[in-house]
């Protein structure tokens, strides 16, 4: 259990200073169920450790994001995550999770002078000619600076903080523990998948790590809008970049948050709502690579109404398949077909059992309540609000590759509204499903479909005879072993071990004492307090076991 965690001397102090901010923020008794409570009572005594007074005013979702906040990296990582499972939690935690923003204090730029010279092979004189020493912006994972090469290019300078890596597996370690305890001992919370999500946040973060691929990201989306002229994407000084250095373009632009100076500089803000969605939905339903945080701080706006996107270290995949699946659904709810709706839904979950007839009434007055709205009047957030309650009232869930797309739309949305509060997403986007709605039911793209999947039929249908002879023969050699998982039954076996330990130790204890009080009725021999040496010491011996038996038991009644 948690106890190897803590054996582990790696990452005992991080786990003391999680525990530290988990007991500040009113988080006592889940540090407790975690089995750690005990183990650092005495040095939270030592530290002062207590629930400011303050906290008393926050409620759980507050308490919640102020602790990623503090925790760092990794846990803001693991809030903006949970920010986009709209259908795992209640609008008052998504609110809060969507505030959660990954700033840090500044590092003095002598402490980056070292592992800047390291990555760039050379003192930085020899490569720039001018490094602004103040930082642009100071995140947990990195800084960035303004600097200008020696051949007159104004670039920024995204530095790895030192260090950051092993405080990053440290968490992702203390994570990867804690999925399993919650996988294994909470049933309720097992539907989700604990194990899965802290795997999607350890490949997150390990890319987010590597700026290097970050810059590959950009590129990717450079290539798949390259005949698109009103986007731009900074170039990549790959001479420079690496793995914990990031040399890219500075875009010289508005920051996306100034609307008004915009408008100001004779910016359509329509139009660049309008060419901002557009790239955006190309990058998902085309593409199937897309910019998976498109706020206002991730744009800039260029002269002749052109817009340009940055930081590409959240971006989302989706396969063909799941494309055409979020295409269906989005034309399902826009043109009142619910049947088609609940079937994709289906689909997506992993319940087996469930009341389809309950989910496609829902589903349908779902559906009749957004289509009978005029299309200007509807509000994506709103609707997907609702939508995910349907699925949390059924314990039905989306596959984890739809909650960077869910959260992309949702932060799609909030861009084009902030730039023109009258544009609507939807509006907008529906002569674009259509569009791809006749291009997937085009004579050529349903050929070719169907080329596709008469090859796999043949495919299958040839090795069935190979299949089946291996299958055969595993079958005679006694190669095919069927696998019981009982769940929780490790949990009960553990107990089970506990209790047998203690029923042998009380029968040892008794039978010392037996023998013990046999051997003090012989006076023969020395003795110590008036008994003979052997049952001096065996009572010593009794007394002693039956002391670490008592507390054994009530130290698991306390954990209980």
């Known amino acids: 259990m948690i106890w190897e965690m803590l054996n582990a001397a790696r990452d005992i102090g991080r786990v003391q200073e999680i525990a530290g901010v988990l007991i500040r ?16 009572e005495k040095v939270g005594r030592t530290l002062h450790w207590q629930y400011a007074e303050e906290n008393h005013k926050l409620d759980t979702a507050q308490r919640i994001r102020k602790v990623l906040e503090e925790l760092g990296p990794t846990f803001i990582k693991v809030g903006q995550i949970m ?18 923003q990954d700033q840090a204090p500044p590092i003095p730029f002598d402490k980056l002078h070292a592992q800047l010279v390291e990555d760039l092979g050379g003192e930085i004189d020899e ?39 092993k405080v990053v597996e440290a968490d992702l370690r203390l994570l990867s523990r804690l999925a399993e305890i919650i996988e294994a001992d909470v049933i309720e919370l097992r539907r989700y998948n604990p194990r899965e999500i802290v795997r999607q946040i350890t490949q997150s973060l390990r890319k987010e790590l590597d700026f290097a691929a970050e810059c590959r990201s950009a590129e990717r989306t450079a290539e798949n809008l390259v005949d698109n002229e009103f986007i731009v994407i900074p170039n990549v000084y790959w001479q420079w970049t690496g793995e914990r250095l990031n040399v890219q373009e500075y875009i010289e632009g508005i920051p996306g948050k100034n609307v008004e100076q915009a408008v100001a500089a004779g910016l359509d803000r329509k139009l660049l709502a309008e060419r901002g969605t557009q790239a955006v939905l190309k990058m998902i339903m085309e593409d199937g690579f897309f910019h998976a945080d498109p706020h206002p701080g991730n744009v800039y706006y260029l002269p002749d109404n052109r817009v340009a996107f940055i930081d590409f270290g959240m971006v989302g995949r989706l396969t063909v398949e799941r494309r055409e699946q979020v295409v269906s659904l989005l034309f399902g709810m826009i043109n009142h077909t619910p049947n088609k709706v609940v079937e994709i839904l289906e689909d997506w979950s992993d319940v087996i059992q469930t009341d389809e007839q309950a989910l496609a009434i829902e589903i349908e007055a779902f559906v009749d309540q957004y289509s009978s709205l005029p299309l200007k009047d509807l509000s994506l957030p709103i609707m997907m609000g609702d939508m995910t309650d349907i699925l949390r009232d059924h314990n039905l869930s989306l596959p984890p590759d739809l909650a960077l797309l869910v959260k992309a739309y949702i932060t799609l949305d909030g861009l084009g509204r902030h730039l023109d509060p009258e544009f609507q997403t939807l509006v907008f986007a529906k002569p674009y499903l259509q569009e791809l709605m006749v291009t997937r039911y085009r004579p050529d793209a349903v050929a070719k479909r169907g080329w596709k999947n008469m090859i796999s039929m043949v495919d299958m249908l040839s090795s069935f005879p190979k299949e089946m002879h291996q299958l055969l023969r595993a079958s005679r050699k006694g190669a095919i072993q069927v696998e019981v998982n009982v769940r929780r039954l490790d949990t009960y076996v553990e107990k089970a071990d506990r209790a047998i330990s203690r029923l042998a130790m009380g029968i040892v204890i008794a039978a010392l004492i037996i023998g013990t ?7 023969a021999g020395p003795q110590i307090m ?31």
Not at 518 to 523: A, E, R, Y
């Open 83 to 100: 920010a986009t499972r709209v259908d795992l939690f209640p609008p008052a935690f998504i609110t809060e999770f969507g505030k959660l």
């Open 127 to 165: 490569f720039f000619e001018y490094v602004d020493r103040t930082p642009l912006a100071a995140a947990s994972l990195a800084q960035v600076h303004r600097a200008r090469t020696r051949g007159g290019d104004e670039v920024i300078l995204k530095i790895r903080r030192p260090d950051i890596r």
């Open 530 to 560: 008036g008994l003979p040496v052997l049952g001096f010491f065996g009572y010593v011996f009794s007394t002693l076991g039956a002391v670490w038996l008592f507390i054994s038991i009530w130290r698991s009644s306390k954990i209980r």
């Open 517 to 523: 009080s046999i051997v003090s009725t012989i006076d």
């Open 25 to 40: 923020y009113g988080f006592g008794s889940f540090v407790n169920l975690l089995g750690i409570g005990h183990a650092l």
